[in-house]
């Protein structure tokens, strides 16, 4: 083979490689995909296993809590289980972190959760000492939870993209926190809320962002399905390994019926190739 042919035959190789190669990262999919459970809270309070039943009945495999039914921890999972569901993550409030968190790693471990979210910060809390305070505790608290095997994260919503004397509270939190002890769970549609572009945060603090919340946002700056709003969701998840996510959870804060809405969303995602 003449050096002439053996360059195009190189190159055709690459051009041929290079094709295979856009078309796996255009063939990539959410494996799991899970639902916080906020969503269904009303549905929860009444029935949560029936609930359970019929978010694992649409497809989801993983599930998030914000709160839990008046029955033991073991009953829970027992229903999880049942279902072919996992537990994975639970929101702790702030006040519960500082003063319960024994307990709260204590259902952890029961129900099988592998992270803990604290999902809000107290508007008298939101000063520029304070969040300095706020993120002491989670330091604290991204310690102890690594000791007992599991990882802390934050939960954010728009307030936390406001500027107070000049600096912008979730950088406080970023910069402040040890990132092995503090991970983040970005709210997509409040990051985007909040005039902030994800893949920004993810280029600036790569392996933060272990789970994302997903809900879509109308032109009109409302919530709604994903899928049906303006959040470009292949283009975010397409950077999901620069940002370390790990679980990807559908919510909706008030949705008109609960059960049509994190359906739409699962169908939406469970087809969506990035």
């Not at 000791?147 to 406080?172: L, S, T």
């Not at 946002?217 to 999901?240: H, L, P, R, W, Y």
Request: glycine share 6%.
């Amino acid at each position: 083979m003449d050096r002439r042919s053996f360059l195009g035959t190189i190159t055709a190789a690459s051009i041929m490689s290079s094709r295979m190669s856009w078309a796996t990262a255009d063939d990539r999919k959410l494996d799991k995909i899970g639902v916080q459970l906020y969503t269904v809270r009303e549905l929860f309070k009444k029935d949560f296993e029936g609930t359970l039943a019929k978010v694992a009945a649409i497809g989801y495999r993983e599930v998030e809590f914000a709160g839990y039914p008046n029955v033991p921890p073991q009953q829970v999972r027992a229903v999880l289980d049942r279902n072919g569901l996992a537990g994975v993550s639970g929101h702790v409030e702030f006040k519960a972190i500082s003063g319960e968190l024994s307990k709260a790693l204590d259902t952890a471990h029961t129900i099988g959760q592998t992270y803990l979210v604290c999902p809000f910060i107290d508007e008298n809390m939101r000063t520029p000492d304070k969040w300095k305070r706020v993120t002491d505790t989670f330091n604290r608290t991204g310690e102890e939870c690594k000791k007992a095997g599991i990882q802390f994260a934050y939960h954010n919503h728009d307030f936390e993209f406001k500027p107070e004397n000049g600096q912008m509270p979730y950088d406080i939190i970023l910069n402040n926190t040890d990132p092995k002890l503090v991970k983040m769970e970005m709210d997509l549609f409040w990051t985007v809320k909040g005039k902030q572009d994800p893949l920004t945060y993810f280029n600036r603090f790569p392996g933060r962002f272990c789970l994302v919340h997903v809900k879509d946002m109308k032109q009109n700056g409302e919530m709604t399905e994903v899928g049906s709003g303006s959040i470009d969701f292949k283009k975010i998840f397409a950077e999901s390994e620069k940002a370390g996510i790990q679980h990807y959870f559908v919510e909706h804060d008030q949705p008109k019926d609960p059960l049509e809405s994190i359906k739409a969303s699962y169908e939406y995602l469970r087809k969506l190739r990035y």
